[in-house]
């Protein structure tokens, strides 16, 4: 698969039928419309390198609550659009004045969107099997744009991750992560997880990953190495002036004995 | 004015800085240089320095200024009070207030802000040292920003200058140039050569000024290659880039659905954990802490072996690693040493304590 590295307003191709996701179609051409890495498999899409959540109907986020009206809560989405969570999307029936006590400023909850106006109004629900307030663990922010890494092919990242440490793990698409284990695990997991958002554009990350989480610090070591080396090479090599150097003062210090 | 110089353009057709009548002053620029900003660029060109950051798009606030159908972008042009030698009153002034209006419109054709109806997108471009053509310097590094900041864009913005001294025309003024030559045309343009900036002082013929036109777009097309350049560069010092085939593909909803379904399932686990004490769970995660344990200690061995006091594992396997180097040295190398040792007596008068032992 072709992979390479576009910039905004780069000719893609002269197809218009390959316009994908991050691009645009001017005078029957395809440009690219973010800073991202090129995808040509079917039609040409872009995967920017960064970039905010815009939410979308369907999509699993986790939010926090900002504010508690009568009957609505409402949540930050880490995207620039606040999510409206109605009392009616609530599993159970909530009077109003009991709002506060299920999930009062400052608490978090999965969350499914349920729709998004052209205004870009977002209702969110809960009135489903899984989604609920967060109570207890962690929760890692990443940017959304590596959330397809730190899933995987087919959920194979998640798989591991949750396989090889132990934790709950719940990846919301608007790039926020809740995790949930014993402490030692939870910083294992965090760290896989930056390592992951580190190496997003490197080949074999599964498999880097996966050496991380089993081997302990093997990646670490593994790609330390060439600078390791590179720095022992620059230390001979400073070494070996130095020596040629005192070599040549004490041969004139010699001279100047003689 | 006393400073004026006599000529701007010397017999070899040369500047005052030694460029040439079409060359500009060298730039250079980088991306991702501020942390909390969503995207960022530094930029230097010739004596200028510009700083520029991205954030958003955002909420916007006041909602009054809230576009229903589309994102507004604000634009801050700001010189530091010590960017040029008279002390800059800070805040805004008439000047900053218009270039920043100007660089605004310039990039409004190119960013897609009707993807983000209602929100904002703030760019600040600050001046940090100013040597003519700042706003022009800006422009060049808030483009960048905004690719940084992941901003859908149809094409990078470039912008530069040309005016007219001696009756001549160059390109990209220097601060003489721009003080005391004739005209001044900033321009900016899209990659695919519209113009969205276009300024001028001064005076210039109908002639003279499409010719200028003519030098600024050529000009605009090297800062675009230089532009080009530094974004594509920046992830070439990683492994090949790869994209996995699941982007945009992944079915999230259904691995969603079963990591809800296993969460459960682990809720369970360890709530009876919680509750009867220890469960076999619990003893393999007690194995491979012992397991961890054991690891630590071997390493903290290693580190007594090594006599090293020092507490980070690579500096360690550094330094375990150049100790063997110099043992392999000092074997081959005894004589020469003390040779080294003895000019370092010669030069300094006081014998260090270990040397005295070797002389002795």
């Not at chain 2, 209006?101 to 209602?118: D, Q």
């Not at chain 2, 276009?198 to 003279?208: H, I, K, N, R």
Request: charged share 35%; hydrophobic share 35%; aromatic share 4%.
């Amino acid at each position: 698969m072709e992979r390479e590295i576009v910039i905004p307003g780069q000719l893609l191709s002269e197809n218009k039928t390959d316009s994908g996701p991050g691009t645009y179609v001017k005078d029957g051409n395809v440009y690219s419309l973010l800073y991202g890495v090129k995808n040509a498999k079917n039609k040409i899409s872009v995967i920017p390198f960064s970039g905010k959540y815009i939410p979308s109907p369907g999509d699993y986020v986790i939010g926090t609550v900002i504010e508690v009206t009568p009957s609505n809560w409402i949540f930050d989405i880490s995207s620039p659009y606040d999510g409206l969570l109605h009392v009616s999307e609530y599993p159970r029936r909530v009077d109003q004045d009991k709002m506060t006590e299920i999930m009062d400023f400052g608490g978090s909850a999965l969350l499914r969107i349920k729709d998004v106006s052209s205004s870009m109004k977002v209702e969110l629900t809960m009135r489903e099997r899984g989604l609920r307030a967060l109570n207890v663990g962690r929760i890692i922010e990443i940017t959304p744009a590596k959330v397809p890494r730190v899933i995987g092919h087919g959920g194979s990242m998640v798989s591991l991750l949750k396989k090889e440490t132990n934790c709950e793990i719940f990846v919301g698409q608007n790039g926020r992560i809740w995790i949930r284990g014993k402490d030692g695990e939870m910083d294992l997991l965090t760290e896989a997880i930056e390592l992951i958002v580190k190496h997003s554009h490197k080949s074999g990350l599964t498999d880097r990953i996966s050496l991380f989480l089993k081997g302990g610090d093997d990646v670490v070591s593994e790609k330390d190495e060439p600078f390791l080396k590179d720095d022992l090479a620059k230390d001979a090599e400073d070494e070996c002036e130095i020596r040629e150097e005192t070599y040549r003062k004490v041969d004139a210090l010699l001279e100047d004995d003689g | 004015m006393s400073d004026k110089p006599e000529k701007f353009i010397d017999e070899n057709g040369l500047r005052l800085d030694g460029r040439r009548v079409n060359e500009m002053r060298p730039m250079k620029m980088e991306i991702g240089v501020l942390t909390r900003a969503d995207g960022s660029c530094y930029l230097e060109w010739g004596k200028n320095k510009v700083l520029a950051a991205v954030y958003g798009p955002r909420e916007l606030h006041p909602r009054r200024l809230q576009k229903s159908d589309s994102a507004l972008i604000r634009y801050r042009y700001n010189m530091a009070a010590f960017s040029v030698e008279e002390r800059i009153r800070p805040g805004p002034s008439r000047r900053s207030i218009e270039i920043s209006k100007v660089s605004r419109e310039a990039f409004e054709p190119v960013v897609m802000t009707h993807l983000y109806p209602g929100a904002v997108i703030d760019v600040f471009a600050e001046v940090l040292q100013a040597d003519a053509g700042t706003r022009t310097a800006a422009i060049n590094a808030a483009s960048m920003a905004l690719a940084d900041a992941g901003i859908p864009m149809k094409g990078l913005v470039s912008a530069c200058a040309v005016g007219k001294v001696d009756g001549q025309l160059v390109l990209d003024l220097d601060k003489p140039e721009d003080n005391y030559g004739d005209a001044d045309i900033p321009m900016a343009m899209t990659s695919d050569g519209e113009i969205t900036l276009l300024q001028m002082d001064g005076d210039v013929t109908q002639e003279e000024f499409k010719k200028a036109i003519e030098m600024c777009k050529e000009g605009c097309r090297q800062i675009l290659e230089m532009q080009k350049e530094t974004l594509k560069k920046k992830f070439t010092k990683l492994e090949e880039v790869e994209i996995s085939d699941d982007e945009e593909e992944v079915d999230v909803s259904a691995l969603v659905e079963c990591t809800l379904a296993s969460e459960e399932e682990v809720d369970d686990v360890s709530e009876d954990a919680l509750g009867e004490g220890a469960t076999g769970d619990d003893e393999d995660l007690e194995d491979s802490d012992i397991e961890e344990d054991l690891e630590d200690s071997d390493i903290d061995e290693d580190l007594e072996d090594s006599d090293i006091e020092e507490d980070l594992e690579d500096s360690d396997i550094e330094e375990d690693l150049e100790d063997s180097d110099m043992a392999d040295e000092d074997a081959e190398g005894d004589e020469e040493d003390e040779l080294e040792e003895s000019f370092r007596n010669l030069e300094e008068t006081d014998i260090p304590e270990d040397d005295k032992e070797k002389i002795v």
